[in-house]
């Protein structure tokens, strides 16, 4: 158990359509980082918060949106939802002290899938 | 443009042999370098991770290797169990405050008893 919960486990819904993951990091950890693994392609980096603040956006689509609340959860919003955003999307957290590195520790993930 | 490829998608090796999973990269100004290992319907689980500054880091059965001036990287797995048998990701993160990672495709390895 890496401490990093997400929710929900398994999201089913149709195209069009809005969803809302949520990630609570590690108790400590101040940065969450958001990934999207689809079926042919490996890990992608979206987007990372840090104390609330985005740091860093990867490959994120307009469509997609995340935030850091003051408690540190971090929710990852997807709109106007196709079919190819099926994906598993992890969060990850760390504790991103400065410029020296620390290791991320992932969640279970949410496995979205869009008919 | 993949900066993080890891060349071979599968690996079987017998129970209490060496495993050797690779890792080549191309961005230069990557600077630390992780392993994770994934179970199905799981996150990727950190393993062992090392600095651009050193050659080598040991963990128990796990040891990477880093050859800068050809941008390799490997992961040994020593002596090789069942257990192991998961699909691996090699990660780079490069300079700056954010530190987001690159992964590669990763590589299924099966551990054979």
């Known amino acids: 158990d890496s401490g990093v919960t997400q929710t929900p486990k398994h999201l089913i819904t149709a195209t069009g359509q809005r969803v809302t993951l949520r990630c609570s990091p590690r108790s400590g950890d101040l940065s969450v980082y958001w990934y999207q693994q689809s079926l042919d392609q490996g890990l992608q980096f979206l987007i990372q918060y840090y104390n609330g603040e985005e740091r860093a956006k990867g490959n994120i689509l307009e469509r997609f949106s995340a935030q850091q609340f003051p408690d540190l959860h971090s929710e990852l919003n997807l709109s106007s939802l196709e079919l190819g955003d099926s994906a598993l999307y992890f969060c990850a957290s760390s504790v991103l002290t400065g410029a020296s590195y620390n290791e991320q520790f992932f969640g279970p993930g949410t496995r979205l899938t869009v008919l | ?113």
């Open chain 2, 1 to 113: 443009d993949q900066q993080v490829k890891q060349n071979s998608p599968s690996l079987s090796v017998q129970e209490g042999r060496i495993s050797i999973l690779n890792c080549d990269y191309t961005n230069s100004m990557f600077d630390y370098f992780l392993w994770y290992k994934k179970y199905p319907a799981e996150g990727p689980t950190f393993l062992i991770s090392i600095s651009s500054i050193k050659d080598k880091n040991e963990d128990g059965r796990f040891t990477v290797f880093l050859n800068k001036s050809a941008k390799h990287l490997s992961l040994h797995i020593v002596p090789s169990q069942p257990g192991d048998s998961a699909v691996y990701f090699c990660a780079a993160s490069g300079s700056g405050s954010a530190r987001q990672l690159t992964f590669g495709s990763g590589t299924q390895l099966t551990v054979l008893p």
